[in-house]
């Protein structure tokens, strides 16, 4: 979860349920409850954040509010950045993920900004907090022979709609969407031709994303096997590119399930996250030498140090088939 930017209109105050409890406080002061209920009312109505972004700032705000030490009801200036610092150590001893604790950080630090930017504090307690280093772990992707077994999975299993399950698999594949992308597409986004489409990103970014002749192939048979089970007035009444059985919206939820079905004990029986499909995407296009920069634009990355972590499994994947490949390649000398 990336810090957000704070905008300098604000959204309309959040009146809490037991604010009577800080009635002590003056006209000026605002508590730690009514700030973080504002701010979140301002990602939603402000920033337009999704649904999920959103959530994820209310459950590390909410768990900021539960730490020892602090007072949801108690004017935010209470909140120092030695206790701050005491929350985190919190996390650290329940064993929590780098990650997890960062997102923490990076909820607090932006509600923080917020305030600070409306005049709620006259000090930011969150300025002197660090982000915990994390272990550098490559993205988990597949090899082309497990991309094509798992793409072939729907016609060969048939588990549930094989030209949708098909179609959605090279189409992950071939564009590397995210996950959501993929949910939130539209009939009107994809070209007539299925050869690209327009998806909406982190940040309500647009990008063109691309597909080959494969995910094409089977993007058009699954458009018109929806029209001869639904009826081609179906396409008008949901709009949405892909649907469930019931010629609903597929929801991310649905497309994680569809894939644990054919990638789990029923199919591959090697479980893989959808997100899978945009690291073996990214991976296999910097493998093949595309440019870094152009790689960016494609994943829609903000910053081109999330991409390049893909450098790397393409340089450990080189020197793993050189090893294999060459006479000398690391291989024990038998004689």
């Known amino acids: 979860m990336e810090e957000v930017e704070i905008v300098a209109d604000s959204a309309p105050a959040v009146q809490p349920p037991g604010a009577d409890v800080a009635g002590s406080l003056n006209a000026d002061s605002h508590t730690l409850y009514e700030c973080v209920s504002e701010y979140l009312v301002y990602l939603k109505a402000v920033l337009v954040l999704s649904d999920n972004t959103v959530a994820a700032y209310k459950r590390d705000l909410e768990q900021l509010m539960e730490m020892p030490g602090i007072i949801r009801h108690a004017d935010i200036r209470s909140v120092t950045t030695e206790s701050l610092r005491l929350c985190i150590g919190e996390l650290s001893k329940k064993k929590r993920a780098a990650a997890s604790i960062n997102r923490f950080i990076a909820a607090f630090r932006s509600m923080f900004a917020y305030c600070r930017k409306l005049g709620y504090i006259d000090i930011n307690p969150s300025l002197a907090i660090k982000s915990v280093k994390t272990p550098k772990r490559l993205p988990r992707f597949m090899t082309q022979a497990e991309v094509d077994e798992l793409c072939a999975q729907p016609t060969v299993k048939e588990?549930?709609?094989?030209?949708?399950?098909?179609?959605l698999f090279e189409m992950m594949y071939?564009?590397?969407?995210?996950?959501?992308e993929v949910a939130g597409l539209k009939l009107s986004d994809v070209s007539s031709d299925y050869s690209q489409a327009l998806v909406t990103g982190k940040g309500r970014k647009d990008r063109i994303v691309y597909f080959g002749e494969d995910a094409r192939n089977a993007?058009?048979?699954?458009?018109?096997?929806?029209k001869s089970r639904f009826g081609i007035l179906s396409l008008q009444a949901e709009k949405s590119f892909f649907v469930n059985q019931r010629g609903e919206k597929l929801s991310v939820r649905g497309i994680s399930y569809i894939l644990c079905r054919y990638s789990g004990g029923e199919g591959t029986n090697h479980h893989v996250s959808p997100h899978a499909f945009r690291h073996t995407f990214a991976t296999a296009m910097v493998t093949n030498g595309a440019d870094v920069r152009l790689v960016q634009e494609l994943l829609g990355h903000s910053s081109i140090s999330t991409t390049q972590r893909y450098t790397h499994i393409s340089t450990e994947k080189m020197i793993e088939l050189?090893?294999?490949?060459?006479?000398?390649?690391?291989?024990?000398?038998?004689?």
């Open 219 to 226: 993007m058009r048979a699954y458009v018109e096997d929806r």
């Open 322 to 335: 050189y090893n294999k490949a060459h006479p000398h390649g690391g291989k024990k000398d038998e004689r």
């Open 159 to 167: 588990l549930l709609w094989e030209k949708r399950d098909r179609a």
């Open 174 to 180: 071939s564009s590397g969407c995210r996950v959501s």
